[in-house]
């Protein structure tokens, strides 16, 4: 009995040591990345920093040299006697740890030689300390909030070429928003372009909008900007609504929703997804990228009635810019796609606004592969709202045909013998034949578009509106929408599919969709539907909670703060927010309308610490970037970026968007979540792995 406990014991020891070796290497791992740590906030705030005793966090002096950090982990004063380089000190204690935990003899003659020599030891008190250290230390690096960029992210950022970069969108800059409000149980995350780690560990957000500062501006001036440099890692290009529709700051605003809006717009919609994406003008960035000329009548008066038997806008089925380049649509951007979509040609020269009553065309068409090694145009149908075939045609391809496709196309050599049309052609009818607010349909209408060469603001996508599967991202084929919905078979000619016959389809099943509700035919919205109506009926609360995650803070404060007046249409969100404010005391939504930037910027700072989300808007003038004004203009910006910087609290998130100038759609997002040095050193321990 007594050889098992003298066992037990040198298992122990021998446990204790490993724990004490890795403990060191932590140790030295963490002074190192602490140190790297403090160096870079040092640069970005000019300031030195140095360790505060008491608590481990770290405090900013100004003239005194930065001492020595305290540890994370702190090893008992006795373990720590070697003078050896630190490399030196790893390679002791990568072997001592190597040790393995078997009975034998030589391994412990080893690391009792080793323990002795480094004078490791351990009590069992310090034992245990040690212990709770590391588990303290796992709790802290959990607890990090982080933002790391997914692919589509990193092809936006201005540090990629530009004939390589795919901008992102104002929607997704709104769902990273949503994310850092609402956490986990928002209905709209950022994941198509970036991961936001521990969301609710954020201890606010703040947004500063520069409207009038474009892409071209930042790039032109980007040396000046000194101290906004030292702050931002994540700059990405961005495209903005157009300046004189001043809907930044309005889609900016419809982010924080409160319980109470949130319950009320899921009784009217079905799901907060819904509601979130009804609530919003899905062509408002679709009228920065393409050339709609406004009419100048308010928006407010072209709302118009519905068409007969319809329940919801037409409007509110279009594909928003976001969805379009996801998809695969041929857009006019910069960067990648001008070269994807080089030689395409618009629809029309210039747009009219869309409106509920814009008239919708069914389009389909037939394709065959040519020597290229890619399907070319060959057939292609379109029918108006009467179901009337206003457009067909075949064409010939640029290229040689080498595979009719017969069994999809319907095309055969014997049709194409006599057939003189090519795509430039079928182009020039194209846009002859469209009026300028036209809205095209069709069942994954991307790769018509693509075959016709043809670039189109406003589109519906049967395959994306209606969804039997229940997930987003899995479509169902037209054929079994058809049947289903229409009870009409089509595409069983064993000849090839009829490309008037797929027209009418898409088109008859928007119709229908549109007379009987925005949930209709889509599984995703019905289910959701279904959950809200089983626990509104058994009298749950929950829901609330369950879709927002406010369990514990209920209702998030939001201040919005902006030069000069803003649009009647965002104040009356700010009213009807207010309206549903659980509190009859506390506002939800706090408005601040200045009479000049600075002082914009000085209420900001003042009062961006009480709000979740502060949202400040600053209006640029062309005269502010006048050769003789540019210079004054950068740096009184690049000052007032710094202040609200300094004013972030630490775990806060700031975001700085550069855009919406009228002679450059495209703008700069800026993003950076404010950390301490021991915050900054965690960061750095999770993303950097340590070797034993």
């Keep these: 009995m007594k050889a098992f406990l003298t066992k037990r014991e040198e298992r122990k020891e021998k446990k204790k040591q490993k724990l004490l070796a890795l403990a060191k290497m932590v140790q030295l791992n963490d002074s190192d990345r602490r140190e790297t740590a403090i160096n870079q906030l040092a640069a970005q705030t000019g300031e030195i920093v140095s360790p505060n005793d008491d608590d481990g966090f770290v405090k900013v002096t100004h003239k005194k040299k930065p001492k020595s950090i305290k540890p994370a982990v702190t090893v008992p004063e006795p373990l720590t006697a070697t003078e050896d380089g630190p490399q030196t000190k790893r390679a002791k204690l990568a072997k001592t740890e190597s040790i393995d935990e078997s009975n034998s003899d030589t391994a412990t003659d080893s690391t009792t030689e080793e323990h002795q020599r480094l004078k490791l030891q351990l009590t069992e008190e310090q034992y245990k300390d040690l212990r709770r250290q590391l588990r303290q230390r796992r709790r802290e690096l959990e607890n990090v909030p982080m933002l790391r960029l997914r692919e589509f992210g990193q092809r936006a950022s201005i540090d990629m070429p530009q004939e390589q970069r795919i901008p992102i969108f104002l929607t997704d800059i709104q769902h990273l928003l949503m994310k850092a409000l609402i956490g986990k149980k928002s209905p709209c995350t950022p994941d198509r372009w970036c ?41 990405l290009e961005i495209v903005l609504p157009p300046l004189k529709e001043g809907s930044i700051i309005e889609e900016m605003a419809q982010v924080p929703l409160t319980n109470v809006q949130a319950h009320k717009l899921i009784e009217e919609h079905g799901s907060l997804e819904s509601a979130v994406e009804m609530i ?102 379109i029918v108006n709202e009467k179901f009337e075939t206003i457009y067909e045609t075949l064409v010939m391809p640029t290229n040689k045909i080498v595979d009719y496709l017969t069994p999809y196309s319907g095309i055969t050599p014997d049709i194409m ?126 829901i ?104 972030v609290a630490h775990n806060g998130m700031f975001l700085v968007l550069m855009g919406g100038s009228s002679e450059c759609p495209s703008g700069v997002a800026k993003i950076a979540i404010k950390k301490n040095a021991i915050a900054a050193a965690a960061e750095m321990a999770a993303t950097t792995p340590i070797n034993f």
């Design 195 to 235: 991961f936001l780690e521990k969301p609710l560990r954020l201890s606010h957000s703040v947004v500063l909008i520069l409207e009038g500062l474009s892409l071209y501006h930042y790039l032109s001036n980007e040396s000046k900007f000194e101290q906004t440099n030292k702050i931002f890692q994540t700059r």
């Design 280 to 381: 919003k003008d899905p062509t408002l960035l679709v009228k920065a990228i393409f050339p709609v000329i406004e009419d100048g009548t308010p928006a407010e008066t072209q709302k118009n009635t519905l068409p007969t038997g319809e329940k919801f806008p037409r409007t509110k089925l279009l594909l928003s810019a976001l969805q379009m380049v996801d998809e695969g649509y041929p857009m006019p951007l910069r960067g990648e796609l001008s070269e994807r979509f080089k030689g395409y040609v618009f629809t029309k020269d210039n747009y009219a606004p869309v409106t509920d009553q814009s008239p919708m065309f069914g389009v389909d068409c037939e394709m065959c592969k040519t020597i290229v090694g890619h399907n070319e145009l060959t057939r292609i149908s």
């Design 417 to 542: 013998n006599a057939v003189t049309k090519n795509i430039k052609d079928v182009q020039n009818e194209v846009r002859e034949l469209l009026p300028p607010d036209a809205i095209l349909v069709g069942q994954s209408l991307n790769f018509d578009l693509n075959a016709m060469q043809m670039m189109h603001p406003y589109v519906i996508d049967t395959s994306m509106c209606f969804n039997l599967t229940g997930i987003r991202r899995r479509k169902t084929k037209l054929q079994t929408l058809a049947m289903t919905f229409l009870k009409e078979a089509i595409q069983e000619n064993l000849d090839g599919h009829d490309s008037v016959e797929d027209s009418l389809a898409s088109l008859k099943l928007v119709k229908k969709k549109l007379e009987n509700g925005l949930e209709y035919g889509d599984e995703i919205l019905t289910q959701k539907k279904r959950i809200h109506d089983i626990m509104r009926l058994a009298g749950g609360d929950s």
């Design 544 to 647: 609330k909670n369950n879709l927002l995650a406010h369990a514990s803070k209920r209702d998030k404060k939001t201040a919005i703060i902006t030069k000069g007046s803003l649009h009647q249409q965002m104040k009356d969100i700010i009213v009807k927010a207010e309206e549903h404010t659980i509190s009859d005391t506390l506002k939800s939504v706090s408005l601040f309308e200045l009479d000049t930037n600075k002082r914009a910027i000085n209420k900001a700072r003042e009062i961006a610490l009480e709000h979740s989300l502060t949202i400040t808007n600053l209006r640029l003038c062309i005269e502010d970037f006048r050769p003789d004004n540019t210079d004054k203009t950068v740096t009184k910006l690049d000052k007032w970026i710094d202040k609200l910087w300094q004013t």
